[in-house]
């Protein structure tokens, strides 16, 4: 008798500690982890009854989403979470940790050797916010992976009506779209958003049966392209790695220092699109360019009017303030990349390297694996990499 009271007894207090567990961590949070009260903890091995400590981290990203608010950090072990992630206001995430023994170096988060890979539940993206924002958010170190689909168009990351005062940033990411037979797959959908996107690697189905793609989609939306490579993949069709669809009414754009690679895909590719030119977004920079191009019916940019070929009429049709970018590189089969569809580093040879804009006064001092960039006056190498000699 007095054994089934105490198991009794147990179980009462076991199921009151779990009904009211959530408040005490919360309460405890800061106390316990000090001067660690803005940061959260997720891992492979976690689990979402945990407070979110680093050795007690949660298992899930959407778990540590609901938990944070406004100023947090959500930091992510490497591993694979199957799950699509909605942003909260002011709440930035962190991923591709060995350990998190250092969590504020860049250093510690390596995407391409130890990535936190999220692959997307919907086919709205792995990652994507909905709604205005008030709080800067940051991205950073994660790989994203497009869901497959065969019934409708499918993007790794997509920003709506976010508004374009206030910045998500999404850097040091690879990104890669996911298989839809006939339909589009996007890498990053952007509409009425500010973004900014820096050392990135876009790839537009590395393999698969994809026929029609593109790297970064843009309507009415203010966005910064610095230091990225867009890789078209594997895509036999319609690819073009910038498009900007012609009921664009409003935005700003900058493109800089970028590797934009459709040099192997078999037709109607072209780097930028933009459908119609009235009205037309304001580019206001296009320089810096590594537009690599070739193959049928590739060209700098397209639009309905016109193919604009060559980079002297891209510039001048673009921007105002365009220079510096590089025409035509590779020939047919060559490969600017070492490693291509790995990690994208630049390939010795590449003209893409030490021939970039230096881009520290945009508060970028690091490439995708958090090599230095060179401070001024030394050139940047173009793309999501810092050529290593």
């Known amino acids: 008798m007095k054994m089934k009271k105490l198991l009794?007894?147990?179980?009462?207090?076991?199921?009151?500690?779990?009904?009211?567990?959530?408040?005490?961590?919360?309460?405890?949070?800061?106390?316990?982890?000090?001067?660690?009260?803005?940061?959260?903890y997720v891992?492979?091995?976690?689990?979402?009854?945990?407070?979110?400590?680093?050795?007690?981290?949660?298992?899930?990203i959407g778990r540590a989403i609901e938990k944070a608010t406004a100023g947090d950090r959500i930091h992510v072990m490497a591993g694979t979470y199957n799950e699509s992630v909605t942003l909260k206001d002011g709440v930035s995430l962190y991923g591709s940790y060995e350990n998190f023994d250092n969590v504020l170096s860049p250093a510690s988060r390596n995407v391409i050797a130890h990535p936190s890979r999220i692959i997307a539940a919907s086919t709205t993206g792995g990652i994507y916010a909905s709604g205005a924002?008030?709080?800067?958010?940051?991205?950073?170190?994660?790989?994203?992976?497009?869901?497959?689909?065969?019934?409708?168009?499918?993007?790794?990351?997509?920003?709506?009506?976010?508004?374009t005062v206030i910045a998500i940033t999404v850097r040091r990411c690879k990104i890669i779209?996911?298989?839809?037979?006939?339909?589009?797959?996007?890498?990053?959908?952007?509409?009425?958003s500010r973004?900014?996107?820096?050392?990135?690697?876009?790839?537009?189905?590395?393999?698969?049966?994809?026929?029609?793609?593109?790297?970064?989609?843009?309507?009415?939306?203010?966005?910064?392209?610095?230091?990225?490579?867009?890789?078209?993949?594997?895509?036999?069709?319609?690819?073009y790695g910038i498009k900007m669809p012609d009921t664009n009414t409003t935005g700003t754009i900058r493109i800089i220092n970028n590797?934009?690679?459709?040099?192997?895909?078999?037709?109607?590719?072209?780097?930028?699109?933009?459908?119609?030119?009235?009205?037309?977004?304001?580019i206001s920079d296009v320089r810096n360019n590594n537009i690599v191009l070739s193959g049928n019916g590739s060209?700098?940019?397209?639009?309905?009017?016109?193919?604009?070929?060559?980079?002297?009429?891209?510039e001048t049709f673009?921007?105002?303030?365009?220079?510096?970018?590089?025409?035509?590189?590779?020939?047919?089969?060559?490969?600017?990349?070492?490693?291509?569809?790995?990690?994208?580093?630049?390939?010795?040879?590449?003209?893409?390297?030490?021939?970039?804009?230096?881009l520290y006064s945009e508060g970028i001092t690091v490439d995708i694996v958090g090599n230095l960039r060179p401070a001024e006056p030394d050139p940047w190498s173009i793309g999501a990499y810092q050529y290593q000699e």
Request: glycine share 10%.
């Open 177 to 192: 779209s996911g298989n839809t037979g006939s339909q589009y797959t996007n890498g990053i959908v952007i509409t009425g």
């Open 8 to 40: 009794l007894l147990f179980a009462i207090a076991a199921s009151v500690f779990s009904i009211s567990c959530d408040g005490v961590f919360d309460d405890l949070h800061g106390r316990i982890n000090p001067g660690d009260q803005n940061d959260f």
């Open 133 to 163: 924002i008030t709080q800067d958010i940051v991205v950073d170190s994660f790989e994203i992976q497009g869901r497959d689909s065969t019934t409708t168009s499918t993007n790794a990351l997509a920003f709506t009506n976010s508004g």
């Open 195 to 239: 973004v900014t996107l820096i050392n990135n690697i876009i790839i537009i189905v590395p393999d698969g049966s994809t026929s029609n793609g593109n790297g970064i989609v843009i309507q009415d939306s203010i966005v910064d392209i610095f230091n990225n490579t867009i890789d078209y993949g594997a895509i036999p069709n319609y690819w």
């Open 318 to 358: 673009l921007g105002t303030a365009a220079s510096g970018n590089i025409p035509g590189y590779p020939a047919a089969g060559d490969n600017p990349f070492l490693n291509r569809p790995d990690d994208y580093q630049l390939d010795p040879d590449s003209p893409a390297a030490s021939a970039g804009q230096n």
């Open 43 to 60: 891992a492979p091995d976690g689990n979402d009854n945990h407070p979110g400590w680093k050795a007690y981290p949660m298992a899930t």
């Open 299 to 314: 060209h700098f940019v397209y639009e309905s009017n016109g193919q604009y070929q060559t980079v002297a009429n891209m």
């Open 259 to 282: 590797v934009i690679n459709a040099a192997y895909a078999a037709n109607k590719t072209s780097a930028i699109l933009q459908d119609t030119f009235d009205p037309r977004p304001v």
